[in-house]
């Protein structure tokens, strides 16, 4: 006997009580009987039901009196963490597709205006509902470039494989314990790969377990690789102005739940990359670039003070677990590294007062 | 609850790959416990200057530290401050149940009085 399929528990959120009679209406059908559908007029009704029943995904509308849907998100972000979120908004502007997604939404979708849209609408939220995230991934990436993953991925000596495409193209760059091993978009390995999908003008990406590339194409220090993809990248953003075409933009965090990283709302507060004597080769948000210098030089003495105390070997890197966010020292004969990320969970040393 | 002093210092069992541990007062005294002989105290009391010199810098630059942790090719330094400014450091091996177990060997730490 098969066993009973699984029913799942869907809440919408709407002050317009005729849309949500459609979608009781339409969903139920289309839903048969795994699709429990339930309805609110309000954030704070929709809030009193999540807290009577396991609710598998919230959908709501955004502009609401009282608590709009933004806010609300906001809310279910911190109080219901797991719970798979989706906006269904008549009025849907780039800004609050941004503020909605940051706010741990998965889907931002326009309200149909007929049947066949319903039917969409339906499609993409059983997709959302079913999905289920990969083994060893957590939480979702979102407003973080292309630049900063690859630099979180080295600093923090991982291995992955960045999956990148637009329109047009589609790569993959592999990083084994913190070091670009391989880029390869179509015909094109190697650097020239490498700093192809880094001057994409857009895109999507995806962060994705690392498996051994079919070659090793890249041997270069990823700091000068990231620099010379920068480089490369402005170049190409002249070429566009000069003939008129738009700027380049860096690719984004698809929206697909699937692009993870261990930290939700993770991003590079601050970057520079120094050379040994203090010349800043790469500098990104640091308020105050002497300070850190000087940072770096004293951590760079006071390391080789200690490892000529006692037998640890040479220094490697220093972190810095901070209120909220944690930092990245390293220090080299031929370069100096400080890096400090944002991590709003600040789920490092939670333990710790 | 008990008080800060060398004997507290000492774990009650040994724990794989902990190389030994420091403490520096408010006051800037130093006491020290090592599994190994390279960790001498006067090796720790260097040490722990360093650290905390490191520790006021970080202050000054707006980077107030829960905790540092500095990677050697051989070993690792924690070093985890109080809100009172006494400093705990300790030294582990990489990749042992003592580096990744600092919170729980910390957590005694927090809850120890200053000296009399």
């Given at each position: 006997m098969n066993a009973p399929a699984k029913q799942y528990q869907i809440l919408f959120v709407d002050d317009d009580p005729d849309f949500l009679a459609m979608i009781q209406d339409f969903f139920a059908t289309l839903g048969e009987k795994i699709w429990q559908i339930h309805c609110a007029t309000s954030a704070d009704q929709a809030l009193e039901r999540l807290k009577a029943r396991k609710t598998d995904l919230v959908v709501t509308d955004v502009n609401m009196p009282m608590l709009d849907g933004i806010q609300f998100l906001h809310i279910l972000n911190r109080s219901h963490p797991d719970l798979k979120k989706a906006?269904?908004?008549?009025?849907a502007t780039?800004?609050?597709?941004?503020?909605?997604?940051?706010?741990?939404?998965?889907?931002?979708?326009?309200?149909?205006?007929?049947?066949e849209g319903l039917k969409s609408i339906f499609i993409m939220l059983e997709e959302l509902i079913t999905w289920t995230p990969q083994e060893g991934f957590q939480g979702v990436l979102r407003r973080v470039?292309?630049?900063?993953?690859?630099?979180?991925?080295?600093?923090?000596?991982?291995?992955s494989i960045l999956e990148i495409h637009n329109l047009q193209l589609r790569g993959r760059i592999y990083i084994e314990d913190g070091r670009i091993i391989h880029a390869q978009t179509g015909g094109?390995?190697?650097?020239?790969?490498?700093?192809?999908?880094?001057?994409?003008?857009?895109g999507?990406?995806?962060?994705?377990?690392?498996?051994?590339?079919?070659?090793?194409?890249?041997?270069?220090?990823w700091e000068f690789l990231l620099m010379e993809a920068a480089r490369v990248r402005d170049e190409t953003a002249a070429e566009a102005a000069a003939t008129g075409a738009a700027p380049p933009r860096e690719p984004t965090p698809t929206d697909e739940p699937a692009a993870a990283?261990?930290?939700?709302?993770t991003r590079v507060e601050e970057t520079l990359i120094c050379s040994g004597a203090g010349d800043p080769l790469y500098v990104g948000q640091c308020p105050d670039?002497?300070?850190?210098?000087?940072?770096l030089q004293d951590l760079a003495q006071r390391a080789a003070f200690i490892s000529q105390l006692i037998p640890l070997g040479n220094f490697d890197r220093l972190e810095i677990q901070l209120a909220g966010s944690r930092a990245v020292a390293q220090t080299g004969a031929d370069r100096m590294v400080f890096v400090r990320v944002s991590s709003p969970k600040g789920n490092l040393s939670t333990r710790l007062p | 609850m008990s008080n800060i002093s060398q004997e507290r210092l000492a774990p009650g069992t040994t724990v794989p790959g902990l190389l030994g541990c420091g403490l520096r007062l408010p006051d800037a005294t130093c006491l020290s416990y090592s599994f190994d002989e390279a960790y001498s105290r006067e090796h720790w009391e260097q040490i722990l200057n360093q650290l905390a010199d490191m520790m006021t810098l970080l202050n000054g630059q707006g980077l107030a530290p829960r905790r540092?942790?500095?990677?050697?090719?051989?070993?690792?330094?924690?070093?985890?401050?109080?809100?009172?400014?006494?400093?705990?450091?300790?030294?582990?091996?990489?990749?042992?149940?003592?580096?990744?177990?600092?919170?729980?060997?910390?957590?005694?730490?927090?809850?120890?009085?200053?000296?009399?």
């Open positions: 906006v269904i908004t008549a009025n780039e800004e609050k597709r941004s503020a909605c997604l940051a706010e741990g939404a998965e889907l931002f979708i326009e309200k149909p205006r007929s049947p470039g292309l630049q900063d993953v690859i630099q979180m991925e080295c600093l923090g000596r991982t291995s094109t390995t190697g650097e020239a790969a490498f700093y192809k999908l880094l001057a994409l003008p857009s999507e990406f995806q962060l994705q377990p690392f498996e051994p590339p079919p070659e090793r194409t890249i041997e270069g220090q990283v261990p930290e939700c709302g670039r002497p300070a850190r210098v000087a940072l | 540092l942790t500095w990677t050697f090719e051989q070993g690792q330094i924690f070093l985890i401050p109080r809100p009172d400014g006494a400093l705990l450091a300790l030294a582990a091996q990489p990749n042992t149940e003592a580096s990744e177990n600092v919170d729980e060997l910390a957590e005694e730490f927090f809850s120890l009085n200053p000296p009399n």
